[in-house]
């Protein structure tokens, strides 16, 4: 059935193949088109304007099994168990069952550290990443403040969440106050050296909020080359937000 009569928004969502498409405006495309929004596990359908979006929502009709061939691509949900070995910052960690407030333990003769959780399905995730984003938060605040004294800005404020589009963000304060940055806590399941590399670029939006040549100077000379782990998180990203699932 053609959707032409119907009236849509920008941020509306339809169903096709069974799978979530989020219809969006963007003023500078030249025609309609689909894309795989690989963190989100969704297709995002862009009009050039509002009175394009029925036909992008018909155009994604039309590729229904184009949308079904690329969320096939997408790993799969990756559920968390007693027992399991997890990457945190680069280290194995051991899923455990325990009980009480889940926890980190960091065993004191060097060996695989742990997480102990109570709970079943669902609720024993819930208590492991309410521990794996707790962890985040440390390495971030440690390794902002280490950035931020190298630049010469003030320490911000750090907080982690679950950002979907985007790895961190950088909010500046008024001449020359600290500001505020949020880290997704999925950085965690990163190697550390790209989780570091998101720190890293965040801090030097305290200097330059751009991605100018000053800012990338910035980036490069606290990391380095940063293509590599760029391309890492482009690569894996799909899969950090798979993970809990």
Known sequence: MSLLGRSFADGDRLEVAGVAVR????????????????TRR???????????????AAFARERAAW???????????SPLVPGQLIEVFGRPVRLEAGSGR??????????????????????????????????????????TAHYALALGAPMPK?????????????????????????YSWRLALAPFEVADYVAAHECAHLLELNHGPRFWAHVRTLVGDE??????LRAEGARLHAFGG
């Open 102 to 143: 889940a926890r980190w333990i960091e065993p004191i003769d060097g060996s695989t550290p742990r997480i102990a959780a109570m709970g079943e399905g669902e609720g024993y995730a819930r208590a492991v990443i309410l521990v794996l984003k707790k962890k985040a938060l440390e390495v971030f605040c440690a390794r």
């Open 158 to 182: 750090v907080s982690v969440a679950d950002a979907k589009s985007r790895w961190g963000s950088c909010k500046p304060g008024p001449r020359g106050t600290a500001g505020v940055i949020r």
């Open 23 to 38: 219809l969006k405006v963007n003023r500078r495309a030249r025609r309609v088109s689909l894309r795989l929004d690989r």
């Open 42 to 56: 969704e297709i995002v359908a862009t009009a050039p304007s509002p009175r394009r979006l029925a036909e992008a």
């Open 67 to 77: 949308i079904a061939e690329r969320l096939a691509e997408l790993p799969d949900a």
């Open 227 to 232: 293509r590599g782990h760029r391309a890492w």
